[in-house]
């Protein structure tokens, strides 16, 4: 048996008024793998012991299957909870570990049979007859799997079960999570603040910052179409590259956005995406390129759709399949604030305005509004840059990702190409205007 479970409207206010999960709503159907993704802080655990039971919901409502679920006591939710931390008895066995909540379920009956089987498919038969202590992290976080998957739970919660294994041993096991959950078609729900860990596994993924949901899709629409800055940020490395920008539309002129010294010159006749760009004339926006859509190339290679620009190599970072360059093109940054810190300072909660026009309403379901500005522009464009940060970073505003082959050094002026195919370019609040927000994968529905 696999669950739909619902969340409408969900927050959690805890004591001092500090709202941690703020309205949030998602659906997950049965079978399926929602991964819910975010910064460290963000709210994550607190939905997920939400939906075990273990945490009061302050208000909204939470479905099983469409029935309301929110004082259901957690023994009779059905779920079974993989920690990060995976609590194994000491004093027992593998075997007894996986045994256990099944001997607490049906006191009489023998589990041994579940518990072969389910060593089995983990593949830990050897494993049955030792201890935690005698057992490695990856063989105690599959002993725990073992202990909710032997019970046929409804559901499976899991709250970053893998982040305290080494980064091998997390990938092997991540594809050994998919795999698994996939045979048995039973619905999880799973938390992480890892990018690539939540791309890989997810079915869909929900990314919350500040307790809000700023967007849930496939995998593949929030990497292709992110709703505002903080999603792109967040999902896919290298890290996309986010420029400040300022967009120029005169009428008798091409249209351009200027990244400071160099602009990027917008192809005629403007495509319908870069067409709604005009309003934004005069106007600072962030321009968001990841590094599919910068090339190192003459500029006499550009193929319909690519604007030149140029860069001067800062710094060269080695991957071994590939190297990540560091160009300064003398454009400036835009700062995301919250990507890994701990979520702001609890505001004060706002009552949700039930009228206002369809942007607002818009605006209201990306929820980018309400857990505080996904992008800080404090100074205008035009100023000089502010004083570098105190912490050491590497100069340089554009990252290009390229072949190992190409020799590269220091104080280079390299061609590049940017494919306007690829160009994201998002509003002074951080939400995204192009491509277009109606491409919204959800709305389209
Ligand atoms: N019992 C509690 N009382 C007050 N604040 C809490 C409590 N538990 C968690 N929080 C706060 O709620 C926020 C979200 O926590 P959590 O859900 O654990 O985040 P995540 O799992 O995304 O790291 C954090 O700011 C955390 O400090
Ligand atoms: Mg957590």
């Given amino acids: 048996m696999t669950r739909a479970i619902s969340l409408h409207d969900v927050s959690k206010v805890y004591a001092k008024g500090v709202r941690v999960v703020d309205r949030l709503t998602l659906d997950i159907a049965p079978g399926e793998f929602l991964v819910l993704l975010g910064p460290s802080g963000c709210g994550k655990s607190t939905v997920l012991r939400m939906i075990a039971g273990l945490e009061d919901i302050t208000d909204g409502s939470l479905l099983l299957d469409g029935e309301w679920a929110n004082d259901l006591p957690p023994s009779g939710r059905d779920m079974a909870m993989v920690f ?53 992290g990856g ?35 991540r594809a050994e999570i998919s795999k698994l959950t996939r045979e048995l078609g039973v619905t999880t729900v799973y938390v992480t603040h890892d990018q690539s860990e ?79 760009l005009r309003v934004q004339q005069g106007r600072e926006v962030i321009v968001g390129l990841r590094s599919e859509a910068v090339r190192i190339a003459k500029h006499s290679s550009a193929r319909p759709g690519e604007v030149p620009l ?35 300072a609890a505001r004060p909660a706002r009552r949700r305005r039930r009228e206002g026009t369809v942007i607002d309403r818009l605006r209201e379901r990306a929820g980018a509004l309400r857990a505080g500005p996904v992008v800080v522009l404090d100074e205008p464009a035009d100023e000089p840059p502010a004083p570098a940060p105190a912490t050491p970073r590497i100069p340089g505003d554009l990252v290009v990702r390229t072949t190992p082959d190409i020799d590269l ?27 277009n927000p109606a491409h919204l994968p959800d709305l389209e529905e």
């Fill in 198 to 276: 939540a791309m890989s596994l997810g079915d869909r993924v929900a990314v919350l910052r500040g307790g809000v949901l700023q967007q849930v899709g496939t995998p593949r629409e929030v990497y292709g179409l992110p709703r505002n800055v903080f999603v792109a940020a967040f999902v896919g490395t290298p890290r996309i590259n986010l420029l400040r920008g300022l967009v120029r539309a005169p009428l008798d002129g091409a249209m351009t956005i200027s990244l400071g010294k160099q602009y990027l010159r917008l192809p005629e006749p403007l495509s319908l995406d870069h067409q709604l």
């Fill in 409 to 435: 050094r220091h104080g280079m002026q390299v061609p590049l190409l940017v494919d306007l195919a690829h160009l994201f370019v998002f509003d002074q609040h951080g939400e995204r205007i192009c491509p």
């Fill in 84 to 136: 990060q931390n995976f609590a194994l008895y000491p004093s027992m066995t593998s075997g007894d570990n996986i045994g256990f909540p099944l001997r607490i379920e049906n006191p009489g009956a023998d589990p041994r049979d579940r518990v072969d089987a389910t060593a089995r498919m983990l593949g830990i038969e050897d494993l049955l007859d030792r201890y935690p202590s005698q057992l490695s």
């Fill in 139 to 173: 063989e105690r976080q599959r002993v725990a799997m073992g202990r909710a998957i032997a019970r046929h739970p409804s559901a499976f919660l899991m709250d970053e079960p893998l982040s305290n294994l080494d980064a091998k041993l997390r990938n092997h096991l």
């Fill in 310 to 344: 140029t860069g001067l190599v800062e710094h060269v970072e080695y991957q071994g399949h590939e190297i990540l360059v560091h160009f300064n093109t003398g454009s400036r940054p835009a700062v995301v604030p919250d990507l890994e810190a701990p979520r702001p």
